[in-house]
């Protein structure tokens, strides 16, 4: 029972950050983040992937805890899923195709999609909703960010 538990716990916190991994490989050679005209609050570019390490981390151990509880339905795999991907994908708008606007377009519905996990998910357990909040403050940053950038680099 441990071993299965750690299992799927190994696995949980490993998909998302293979996936952020593989998009940092990818958009490696297009990131221009520190030559943009940034806004107040502008963080330097090394706390990115601390950060993102760190939410992937929780965000796994936060739906880890449904799997192992047999709390995950198909609802709660398929926001789940879906949220990482538009994550994913916003990296690659951002920095790889550059177009800013539509990324922040993007990024608001990723926002949209994290609080509606995070409602799901604390309706099948607190604690696994409430891991997922520091992810929602960050990508709420992030999309004042991106809006910011936006407008002072047109």
Do not use: C, E, H
Not at 3 to 10: C, I, W
Not at 62 to 88: E, P, R
Not at 95 to 104: G, V
Request: glycine share 4%; charged share 10%; proline share 4%.
């Amino acid at each position: 029972m441990l071993k299965s538990k750690f299992k799927t716990y190994a696995k949980t916190i490993l998909i998302p950050v293979i996936v952020g991994g593989i998009v940092g490989l990818i958009i490696s050679g297009s990131i221009d983040y520190n030559s943009l005209k940034k806004p107040f609050l502008s963080p330097p570019s090394i706390l990115f992937p601390i950060v993102w390490t760190i939410l992937y981390i929780i965000m796994g151990i936060s739906y880890g805890i449904l799997k192992n509880n047999s709390l995950a339905d198909s609802k709660i795999k398929i926001i789940y899923y879906l949220q990482l991907f538009v994550n994913a994908m916003w990296s690659i708008i951002f920095f790889t195709f550059k177009w800013r606007l539509f990324a922040f377009i993007w990024l608001l519905i990723l926002d949209i999609l994290v609080i509606i996990m995070i409602f799901k998910f604390y309706s099948k357990s607190k604690i696994s909703g409430l891991l997922q909040i520091p992810y929602l403050l960050w990508i709420l940053f992030a999309s004042y960010l991106n809006l910011s950038i936006y407008l002072l680099n047109k």
